[in-house]
């Protein structure tokens, strides 16, 4: 039998089967880390940079353990993209390539699959004419799907209004009381998983169930043997989300449209729902205005003690009491307003918990409750449950009020430790230099192997980092016309083939209006098309200039020559303005850590590693990276991040830039 170092080396049948595929000694040395890691239910913190082939490190050791043994494999992505071309593409083709047999399933949330109930529920109805349009494809769709997964249904935007009214939430949906159960898509994509060896979800899905939110696959984790986790970097802040309550003007909406469904079907006799639903959406209405007229992110302390605020949470409250009170009237006339009933009590016990300040109760917590069928307040003590931070955000027809954990480790350790399982992470940005202390401090995983595999490719020939001097303290006011200046001459000895990574959306805002119409080269402004294809755009155009945020410095691959040169405005530092962050840093400063060392610049320096990790590619890319912020020289932490780049050379010259394309241009 042929070792993991053998099957991906170059006599082994990865390289066989594949076209282009290149042994790397990388790959090799993390595979053999995986199967020992999964053979004895270890831990591990694995961070491969970029051109490593981690997936297929992680995939053969974990098709291979499952083969035959009877064990299962779960591995979750950061992305439900990243799921489907793992599921669809790279799996098929590892699996082929070694001749196993291993059962694989794909397992993504309830949103991501039809709803037949939902869909019969919306028969007849009033919409506007574009959604009875895609509502009419969607019926045509669900005769053929053999799946369900609404991704299958590219005709109708992902974010098309009428998603919602075809899927289910754990709210809503009826399970075994449904009259389409047998033929549920939910429950076959949930029965495919625990049939499978290898089960492949995403970072969200995983969470929703760990936090009991009744997602998707909660009976499958029992039988799991390995977790594996990829873009594991995105973990904390994933797991901080579902750990959390959140109560949103958005549910109260969702609840009165389906309870106004339900009620014209089940129970239209009811004259007394009209009036009080209108009152809820009035009431909803009335909280929003009170939380100001800005649309903001902020402590809820801030507004907790203002009587006007306070008064109208109360009315809300109010209201939701009698809606509950009147649904509860009606939930023996079917099983859709029983669902409505439930959600109004949860509603109102969120709601409740959140004004007094209490822990967010656990999905357990409330089937006690309503299991007394009480709609008064309950008992508050969740196990395990910890310090939470609430805060609210307000956007022009909305609110949301979270509680979100100040930290998450303990809980998520816990979890660990109840499965016994093999547990890996990994991605290309775990360490900061060579430490993963921060990652592992934040997931409770202080006791981790831990190990770095560098890319394979030779930064030191294929990439140069530019960082300008004579550019002002980024605090100050023209620090990002001074970048767009400076920005200039290397787009144009690129020729374009540029990405204009900024850290916030004014920035963004600022470098497309001054560039807009002054660069000899297509400009691509986030926003302005889908990120699908704003990209697609960018790869067929070959010399365009690409404006973003966030949601472009990390998950985006683009090789070859249309991409030659990363611009970063800033060293990402998240915004101090930012409630939770600002809870926590005060938290670690209570504990005597420094929050700037121990919290803020290793974040940083993880998302600076994910933005820099577009420029190469591919051992054939090459490409200047520019960071324009002087505190890389000028700080004395400006150390740390530099160390934790890839090992580049680097200028102060714009004249090196222009050496560097025109060598690599020949
Ligand atoms: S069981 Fe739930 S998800 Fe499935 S069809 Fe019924 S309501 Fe929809």
């Known amino acids: ?45 694995a961070e491969a940079g970029t051109g490593t082939g981690k997936t297929f490190a992680y995939l053969v050791p974990a098709l291979l353990h499952c083969q035959g043994s009877g064990k299962k494999v779960m591995i979750s992505t950061g992305t439900k993209n990243l799921q489907d071309q793992l599921y669809h593409r790279d799996l098929p083709t590892v699996r082929d390539a070694l001749g196993v047999s291993t059962t694989v399933a794909l397992l993504k949330g309830r949103a991501n699959y039809l709803c037949h109930y939902r869909l019969e529920m ?24 053999k799946r369900g997964d609404t991704a299958e249904l590219s005709a ?47 970072h969200h899905l995983f969470f929703a169930d760990m936090a009991l939110r009744d997602e998707g696959f909660g009976e499958v984790l029992p039988g799991v043997n390995a977790f594996i986790f990829d873009e594991a970097h995105q973990l904390p802040e994933v797991a901080s989300v579902f750990f959390g309550l959140n109560f949103s003007s958005r549910q109260l909406q969702d609840l009165g449209r389906d309870t106004l469904i339900e009620v014209h079907a089940e129970a239209p006799d009811e004259d007394r729902m009209q009036p009080c639903l209108t009152a809820l959406d ?33 009315n ?18 079917g099983k859709g307003l029983e669902r409505c009933w439930r959600r109004a009590l949860e509603l109102r016990v969120q709601l409740g918990q959140f004004l007094v300040g209490d822990e967010p109760l656990t999905a357990d917590s409330y089937e006690e409750d309503n299991a007394t069928e009480s709609i008064e307040s309950t ?19 909305g609110f949301v009020l979270h509680m979100t954990p100040l930290e998450i480790h303990e809980t998520f350790r816990s979890y660990v430790d109840k499965q016994r399982s093999a547990w890996i992470f990994t991605s290309a940005t775990l360490a900061v230099g060579d430490s993963f202390t921060h990652f592992a401090r934040n997931l409770g995983l202080d006791d981790a192997a831990s190990q770095r595999w560098d890319s394979p490719f030779d930064f030191a020939r294929q990439a140069l980092l530019y960082v300008p001097t004579d550019l002002p303290q980024p605090n100050t006011p023209d620090y990002t016309t001074a970048v767009v200046e400076a920005a200039r001459p290397v787009i144009n000895a690129a020729g374009g083939r540029t990405f204009f990574l900024l850290t916030s959306h004014r920035a963004l805002r600022e470098v497309a209006r001054q560039l807009e119409g002054s660069i000899d080269f297509p400009l691509l402004v986030q926003g302005t098309l889908t990120r699908p294809e704003l990209l697609e755009r960018f790869r067929e155009l070959g010399n365009a200039v690409l404006i973003g945020t966030s949601s472009f410095w990390e998950g985006v691959d683009v090789r070859g020559e249309a991409l030659s040169c990363v611009v970063i405005d800033k060293l990402p530092f998240s915004s101090p303005g930012e409630p939770v962050l600002q809870a926590r840093l005060e938290a670690m400063r209570e504990q005597g850590l420094n929050p700037f060392f121990d919290h803020q610049v290793p974040q940083a320096v993880i998302t600076l590693k994910q933005g820099v990790g577009r420029l190469i590619r591919d051992v054939q890319d090459s490409g200047v990276l520019m960071i324009c912020d002087p505190r890389l020289f000028g700080k004395s932490y400006g150390r740390i991040f530099r160390n934790s780049l890839p090992p580049m050379p680097v200028t102060r010259d714009a004249a090196d830039v222009k050496h560097f394309f025109e060598v690599h241009r020949n």
Request: aromatic share 4%; with cysteine; hydrophobic share 35%.
């Open 1 to 45: 039998m042929q070792t993991i170092t053998e099957l991906l080396g170059e006599h082994g049948p990865l390289a066989q089967h594949l076209s282009g595929f290149a042994p790397r000694a990388q790959q090799q040395a993390m595979a053999e880390q995986v199967i020992r890691t999964l053979e004895k239910d270890g831990l591990l913190i």
């Open 156 to 202: 109708v935007p992902e974010d098309s209004p009428v998603w919602p009214m075809v899927t289910s939430t754990s709210d809503n949906c009826l399970g075994g009381d449904c009259p389409a159960y047998s033929e549920c898509f939910v429950m076959q994509a949930r029965k495919d998983a625990q049939e499978a060896d290898v089960i492949v979800v995403n």
């Open 282 to 314: 009035k009431a909803a209405r009335d909280f929003r205005l009170a939380l100001g007229v800005d649309n903001r992110r902020a402590p809820w302390k801030e507004l907790a003690t203002q009587t006007s605020v306070h008064d109208s949470a109360e």
């Open 316 to 333: 809300l409250l109010t209201i939701l009491n009698r809606l509950a009170e009147l649904l509860d009237g009606l939930a023996q006339r």
């Open 379 to 397: 008992e508050t003590g969740v196990p395990g449950s910890q310090v939470h931070i609430q805060w609210f955000e307000t956007h022009s027809r």
């Open 122 to 145: 919306q028969e007849g109805r009033r919409t506007r004419p574009q959604q009875q349009d895609q509502l009419a494809r969607i019926r045509a769709w669900s005769r053929q799907t």
